[in-house]
């Protein structure tokens, strides 16, 4: 027997998305198509460039203070540790964190690139959201050997700041322990 409700719509040029997406998609699924969501996506995406180019001295503006990034597995989160390998609570922290990598740390040359999903939002009220997004962080190092560094799942608590989105809490939560990673860089 065929579903009631398409699984998947394609859509063409000229296709009306928005009358599509509440005829065939929003009765049989949660689903949101708004401002915030781009918001979301561009404030992801600005944040990843900065690592990526390691621009890492921005990288603390894109948080609110006090915030709270942390770096913890999958299965620690699931118990409901708060510790994590990386743990910063304050922008403060943020900011002597990448002041110890370009001073105090001497680490091999090596780059990342990250690769997200798309951000679900999981709250939208107020002032203030909470996203998921899946990622992908691959490894290069100075000889050129590759390879996947941490997958998981980014979940964010944004809030408004003014005209921008700041992080207020950046939990990663990686799929793997990998207690053997060197996490240098914030993922």
């Not at 404030?43 to 609110?64: H, K, M, V």
């Not at 959201?129 to 100075?142: D, Y």
């Amino acid at each position: 027997m065929p579903p009631s409700k398409p699984v998947a719509v394609v859509l063409g040029a000229g296709d009306d998305i928005e009358a599509r997406v509440e005829e065939e998609i929003r009765p049989g699924f949660q689903f949101r198509c708004d401002r915030c969501v781009e918001r979301d996506l561009a404030l992801q995406a600005a944040n990843i460039r900065c690592i990526d180019r390691n621009e890492l001295e921005a990288w603390p503006d894109f948080f609110l203070d006090p915030c709270l990034y942390v770096v913890t597995s999958a299965e620690n989160h699931r118990n409901g540790f708060e510790g994590g390998m990386i743990y910063a609570d304050t922008k403060g922290m943020l900011i002597d964190r990448i002041a110890s990598l370009r001073e105090a740390n001497v680490y091999e040359k090596q780059t990342y690139r990250h690769i997200l999903g798309l951000p679900y939002l999981t709250r939208n009220g107020g002032d203030e959201a909470e996203s998921e997004t899946p990622f992908m962080v691959v490894r290069v190092m100075h000889d050129g050997q590759t390879d996947i560094f941490a997958t998981g799942v980014y979940l964010d608590v944004i809030r408004t700041a003014g005209n921008d989105l700041k992080f207020r809490q950046a939990s990663v939560v990686c799929d793997s322990r990998a207690s053997t990673r060197c996490w240098r860089l914030p993922l």
